[in-house]
């Protein structure tokens, strides 16, 4: 990874989708100059609803004035950031390309065709759940009742997290909900999908983010601020959680976690910082478990106790997740792989970590259909 | 190339998506049986709007009972399947993957969201096209007045073209239209955009293929019928056919050609089968133009001359192309390339030409904002 560009995000009610991308593109050239790009990937949930649009990576591509460069879009839910940084990793690997730009742009505030809860519900098995009225958020609701029943979880666990994220997010220029919140106010807050509140859910964002992927022989001519992809894997799982063993077991992430920490020859006490995908609290505590950073059902007791906030010893989601940065879908896995990027170059400013080596950044699509694991490395 | 599944283009009312490329799997699995498979891509273009399904790529790879395989859906508009072709032989090239499957699947008739008009617009510039009532046939009848007005073309040239199509189609088994015409036929039906006629046009399909990658050492492990992928490129143009020099050429075309070309080692004499995308029968002579096989406002002398018919020294599409095969449009590729793969290893039956060697497929995007070429031969 060889440089960078942001947005922060937010509702961009008067910013198109390419002038989102467009921006990021500017944003990562006015720090990395006028680079060579071999090849596009562009990660957008949405395109074809919000902003009636195909074809949307040659588009873009055109309108970053990318002549004749291919590109190619890349949809897995709200974990199309972190596959199409995955499809990148593999196309620099094939030896075929030295410098791959991914852009994850997200509109879903739109004047005319905002995505609402049934556009998002297509992200669940269109045959046996969203037909029946599961929605994305009573689908975790389902999740965070069971676990709570199972392992006797106090709600104040989640709220904790919840608190946490948004304390992380004030520092962080790029996020969305730069306001911190109390245990009260998350009590207080409305119920979305009963047990969830409010603040246990990401909110709906627009954005986008910028990465530039290079060998390591062009990435040493253009930039100082190298950061080594050390495993880039992915994942799934049994689709519709009506399938599946657990529903409080997210496979796709511990087979995508398995494989990225064999890839990458560490171990899981050598990651310094956590990315994690925390749509919903729950999606959070099931991710840490998940990935083995916490035992089945007692990610609460770590939380409860600081475990996790960003002056420990193992910092999550020091920008402040989805759930405080926000959440523009199919943006979102690049913003995740940006923000380490800017930790481990030393570039992340006031909600920077003091000296991380590794970060590990998990990426989840859906209900944990599929997930992307990356462990990113500073190069000494 | 290792193996391929097929169901044949028609409209299948009575089947899902998942249907279909669970169709297709095991189509291709009762040909190479049970094979190792690491990674999955799928290409389809409307899979959100007919189907109302994000993340159809691992809801499929769990539908085929392929646990926890990564999958990458891939949207290239029209030329998704060949670009997902072009990922997968990335991937493959990465040295992480010896197995990748490919299936294109795509349902443009559903009973209460049968792909409209108004959704294939959506392959157009969203802000300087369809908004202003553009159509996709209407963009090609653009480009086929000028192309008539420019090179003064006659009529006859288009409809022989589309007749041609017809009869390769009567010996395809896949093919959705295998019924013959004549060119009183094709002056007889109805104009659909002016100048386009209906059988200027490939019909509203559905469609499912799948094609099976390897290694060259996997290869040989599981299949005796080998057909060694030489060129996978893909290339992009001004997307817009207003921001373009001429809007009859198609740039992204030639571009992945010329790459295509040098990447294989070969030359055009080289080329025995040309499979190109032929969605309007404009589109075909751009294309032949492009790829250079054919001189600038010349297309219409070689068609009428038999140049391009399948007994000829070049045959194009002896399959019956997307005018007559058919054109599901996310899976085109898949097929294009699947036909390809039969053809050289001998398995075409009816539509088989004698002894092609090397075969040239070119798949476009809406109107060529983005093409795929792949150079396939046989391996000795």
């Known amino acids: 990874m060889a440089g960078y560009g942001l947005i922060r995000v937010g509702e961009h ?4 989708l390419r002038h989102l991308g467009a921006e990021v593109y500017l944003d990562l050239v006015s720090r990395v100059g006028e680079v060579k790009i071999n090849k596009v990937y562009v990660s957008s949930l949405f395109a ?3 902003s009636h649009q195909y074809l949307f990576a040659p588009l873009l591509a055109d309108h970053l004035g990318l002549e004749h460069v291919p590109a190619t879009r890349v949809e897995a839910g709200d974990a199309s950031g972190g596959i199409a940084v995955h499809e990148a990793f593999l196309s620099i690997k094939s030896g075929m390309f030295d410098s791959v730009l991914v852009i994850g742009a997200e509109k879903m505030t739109e004047h005319v065709a905002s ?3 049934e556009s998002r519900a297509k992200l669940l098995d269109s045959k046996y759940e969203s037909p029946h009225g599961l929605t994305l958020a009573g689908t975790y609701a389902l999740m965070m009742r069971e676990y709570m029943d199972k392992y006797s979880v106090p709600r104040e666990a989640f709220g904790m997290f919840s608190v946490e994220m948004h304390k992380n997010a004030v520092n962080n220029p790029y996020a969305q909900l730069r306001f911190p919140i109390t245990l009260e106010k998350y009590f207080e807050s409305p119920t979305t999908a009963d047990p969830l509140k409010l603040y246990d859910c990401a909110p709906i964002s627009d954005g986008a983010a910028a990465l530039l992927l290079t060998s390591l022989d062009y990435g040493k001519e253009i930039s100082d601020s190298l950061v080594e992809i050390k495993a880039s ?4 799982d049994n689709f519709s ?5 657990s529903i409080l077991e997210l496979k796709s992430t511990s087979k995508a976690l398995e494989e990225a920490l064999s890839e990458a020859k560490v171990k899981r006490r050598n990651i310094d ?3 994690i995908h925390d749509s919903f609290t729950i999606a959070a505590f099931l991710s840490l478990e998940s990935l083995g950073f916490s035992q089945k059902g007692k990610t609460h007791e770590l939380v409860l106790n600081n475990y996790f ?3 420990s010893d193992l910092p999550v989601n020091p920008g402040g997740g989805l759930k405080a940065r926000g959440h523009p879908m199919g943006a979102t896995g690049v913003y995740q792989l940006v923000e380490s990027y800017m930790q481990l170059t030393g570039e992340a400013g006031h909600f920077q970590v003091p000296d991380p080596k590794n970060i590990l950044v998990q990426n989840m699509g859906g209900t944990g259909s599929i997930t992307a694991v ?3 490395s500073r190069i000494e």
């Not at 894997?233 to 799934?236: I, Q």
């Open 13 to 16: 009610w008067n910013k198109s």
């Open 48 to 50: 074809a609803e919000s």
């Open 115 to 117: 995505i609402s809860t």
């Open 233 to 236: 894997s992915a994942a799934t």
């Open 241 to 245: 959680i009506i399938d599946r063993d």
């Open 273 to 275: 910082v956590l990315e």
């Open 309 to 311: 906030s960003k002056d």
């Open 374 to 376: 990356h462990i990113l």
